[in-house]
């Protein structure tokens, strides 16, 4: 579509009615930078919906009036900038136009009282009431489909999503990791102002967050006090350093795996804001439900699109059965038992096809596992007290370093109760049925009849859900997704959002 700038309200309207599209919209206050361009250059790549930028120094975000004032303003450059990036269109209203005259049929927000009150909003009073109050309203006013967030301003980014959340908004949140300049420092608007004496203090300030974070990579662990001690040997101004949880913004505790270590330092009469994700190990998505809800298949694609590891827990223990009816093991006797699973392997490959094999003792069983015959026996096999142990031990030891997507039935209440998202895939009955009688992989399943089938899912779902050890339940933080009636693909796509929604992009920038 031909390039167009936008400034009254009257416009954005008679725009948005006359495009057959869905839009990104990607909101500045102007004076674009290098992040400003990597938004605008996300959301054209994403895909094929038309770009909207809007200009707007929103004065509800400034409790200093000389701030407000002095907040650089390049019209011109932020025009060309934005459509050599991207943007399709360019809104640039008036305060007039965002404020009418006695505020008529604008709505005053305030911000989430729990996130707004630590961090910038300690001292910034009613700063991101101010935010929530125009992004509000250029919502109402443009609609669009995905808006574009820069995680720079983390705490705002948390605020806005609360904001959508409990407005009800429909409106999908994208975000990208802080973009830093040549020197390590944070790209701001702000940046403009500062002397080569105050950079060169922003400058030790976000070296000391990026060394406090390859330390943490190595230590687990982190020392405020002597950061704190650092920063002012250099006698720089610290508003805030804190160590907090990135969601919540409470302190941290010893059992967050990723957590936030964020600060504000004055430089002259510019404020500027850094930060860092900590994280103990890579995260883990943890997907549990029962037999035919589809969870191997939307692992594996999951585990291919986000370029984690696939750890099918369910193929170890039709492996392991796989093994006890090929040897003729008496697994009802214990001792015997755990003698002969201190000799056992069971190891994954990639195969050509891009998935794993599964080898027992050097045997590939991949096909095998998946009968009628295993499938009768696994759940008996695997409520094994002696089995169990051995293969979450084994689990929890290809989890240790993270980066992976596992499925089972015990993976989030059992395996990994510390997953960054647990996942409850589940499908009725009937439709478990129909999947397991059109899967051509499981040649067993296509010649029972249906009814039969569904009383075969039945037991077997009876079984896992009342076994005494690490039976088949929804973990109390885990989020249930039914699929009866969704693609493999939606299903997918639903929960790489949820993974998005959790995990800061910075924490996948090696």
């Known amino acids: 579509m031909k390039n167009v700038i936008i400034r009254k309200i009257e416009e954005i309207e008679n725009w948005r009615r006359n495009i057959n599209s869905e839009i990104n919209f990607i ?26 930028v809007s200009i707007f120094i929103n004065p509800l975000q400034f409790d200093n009036k000389s701030d407000l004032a002095n907040y650089p303003k390049t019209i011109d450059h932020d025009i060309k900038v934005s459509f050599e990036n991207g943007a399709d269109a360019i809104f640039i209203p008036s305060t007039e136009d965002i404020y009418p005259p006695n505020y008529k049929n604008i709505k005053f927000l305030k911000a989430s009282s729990e996130l707004s009150s630590a961090l910038c909003g ?47 908004l429909n409106v999908s949140i994208k975000s990208i990791p802080t973009q830093r300049d040549f020197d390590g420092i944070p790209l701001s608007s702000r940046n403009i102002h500062l ?15 990026l ?29 805030y350093l804190e160590h907090l949880h990135p969601h919540t913004l409470q ?68 492996a392991l059965s796989w093994l006890m009816i090929k040897e003729n093991i008496d697994y009802k006797k214990e001792k015997k038992l755990q003698h002969i699973l201190k000799d056992i392997s069971i190891v994954f490959k990639s195969n050509t096809n891009s998935y794993q094999d599964v080898y027992v003792n050097n045997y590939c ?61 589940t499908a009725s009955i009937d439709e478990r049925a129909k999947r397991r009688k059109s899967d051509a992989n499981s040649k067993d399943s296509q010649e029972i009849d249906l009814n039969t089938l569904k009383e075969l899912i039945k037991k077997r779902d009876f079984e896992d859900s009342n076994r005494e050890i690490s039976p088949l339940i929804k973990a109390n933080d885990a989020i249930e997704i ?25 924490t996948e920038i090696k």
């Not at 060394?211 to 610290?238: C, D, H, M, P, V």
């Not at 009968?371 to 142990?389: A, G, H």
């Open 27 to 52: 909101p500045t206050m102007g004076n674009l930078h290098n992040g400003h361009i990597k938004l605008i250059s996300t959301a054209k790549n994403d895909n094929s919906y038309i770009n909207l």
């Open 122 to 168: 300690l001292n910034r009073i009613g700063h991101f009431d101010g935010v929530c109050t125009v992004i509000y309203r250029l919502l109402n006013l443009i609609k669009p489909k995905n808006l574009y967030l820069g995680e720079k301003d983390w705490q705002q980014l948390l605020i806005l999503k609360d904001l959508v959340s409990s407005e009800k």
């Open 195 to 209: 002397s080569k004496n105050e950079r060169k203090l922003i400058r030790f300030f976000s070296n000391e967050l």
């Open 211 to 239: 060394e406090a974070k390859k330390i943490f990579e190595q230590e687990k662990k982190i020392n405020l006090k002597k950061i704190i001690e650092r920063l002012s040997e250099e006698k720089i101004s610290i508003e």
């Open 251 to 318: 302190q941290s505790s010893a059992e967050d795996n990723i957590s936030l270590l964020a600060g504000a330092i004055r430089c002259g009469e510019t404020r500027l804001i850094d930060h860092v994700f900590l994280m103990k190990r890579r995260p883990i998505i943890a997907i549990d439900g029962p037999a035919g809800s589809g969870k191997s298949t939307v692992t594996k694609l999951i585990a291919k699109k986000l370029k984690l590891l696939y750890l099918d827990t369910g193929a170890m223990y039709r």
């Open 365 to 425: 069983v991949t096909e095998e596992i998946r009968s009628q015959k295993i499938s009768s026996i696994v759940s008996t096999i695997s409520s094994l007290k002696e089995v169990r142990k051995f293969l979450v031990e084994e689990q929890r030891k290809i989890g240790e370093s993270g980066g992976l997507v596992a499925e089972g039935r015990d993976i989030g209440t059992t395996v990994f109760p510390h997953a960054e998202l647990k996942i409850f895939l």
């Open 482 to 506: 039914i699929t009866d009636g969704y693609s493999i693909n939606e299903v997918v796509d639903k929960i790489i959002d949820l993974y998005n929604d959790k995990i800061p992009k910075e």
